[in-house]
């Protein structure tokens, strides 16, 4: 297969992000989109998650991650809650002409597909918006058998180290706030079962791996972000440290489907 190599231009980027975004998505929008799309690639490449027929990019948010899958990879599903992010990658997808992404609105907890759709699903920095022993129950039905799964999440040191020290706040974001209420709903969900309802809840490692087992996966690898790889020919780049104050911070999951 061919490799793509087409990627937005700045002033494509601009003109999305003052159409659509306000200050606070604008910023995170701007950030990872100036990160060089092959620092993405390589992580793909690096987890295995090329030359695969159907990839779903489950959260996809602004689409750094669907961009990156669609140039390794013959068709992409980019699925995402938050409408306005639906339409900035759905505009992007058309500005740059991919023709092998779909762009559509909905939730990793009931994810739109039919069994067996997929031979990988790729999720970064989503499932702890969720319940995510339904998340991990519907990308179960939608994998078909020996199918990929990565998983990226943050733990109660992500949390902890927001509450502390703060990271990326401005004046329309506030960390601390954040991973107070993160702290907050987490306490709720574990000890009464309410719903995480869209809002962040720490999950730490061993429970993703847990319900993976439960459902039964295989080849279960746990890691700091960036650190899983299954070439170690290639350099990738990790976003986070592997833990804040000792404890558990951004982690990621690689498993496969039993079949």
Not at 19 to 33: P, S, T
Not at 121 to 137: A, E, K, M, P
Not at 191 to 198: L, Q, V
Not at 204 to 232: C, H, R, W, Y
Request: charge should be negative; aromatic fraction near 12%.
């Amino acid at each position: 297969m061919q490799m793509k190599k087409i990627n937005p231009a700045n002033q494509d980027l601009d003109l999305l992000a003052s159409k659509y975004l306000i200050e606070r998505d604008r910023e995170f929008f701007n950030r990872v989109w100036s990160t060089p799309a092959q620092v993405y690639e390589d992580r793909l490449r690096a987890l295995g998650m090329t030359g695969l027929e159907s990839v779903l990019d489950a959260g996809s948010g602004f689409g750094q991650w669907s961009v990156a899958l669609s140039k390794l990879n013959q068709r992409v599903n980019a699925i995402e809650l938050d409408p306005t992010r639906v339409q900035v990658l759905s505009e992007m997808v058309q500005i740059i002409d991919l023709d092998n992404i779909s762009v559509e609105q909905g939730s990793m907890e009931e994810l739109p597909y039919r069994d067996e759709s997929f031979d990988a699903v790729f999720s970064y920095s989503v499932i702890y918006f969720t319940d995510y022993r339904v998340s991990l129950r519907e990308v179960h039905r939608v994998l078909r058998p020996k199918g990929k799964i990565y998983l990226n999440c943050n733990s109660i040191g992500w949390y902890v180290y927001n509450l502390v020290e703060g990271h990326n706040s401005s004046i329309s974001f506030d960390s601390s706030k954040m991973a107070k209420q993160a702290l907050e709903d987490s306490l709720a969900f574990y000890n009464y079962g309410e719903s995480p309802k869209g809002n962040q809840i720490a999950i730490p490692s061993k429970f993703l791996v847990s319900e993976l087992e439960k459902l039964g996966f295989e080849n279960i690898q746990v890691g700091a972000d960036g650190l899983i790889t299954l070439d170690n020919d290639i350099a990738i780049e990790s976003f986070y440290p592997a833990d804040y104050f000792g404890l558990e911070g951004v982690y990621e999951v690689f498993a496969t489907k039993n079949g």
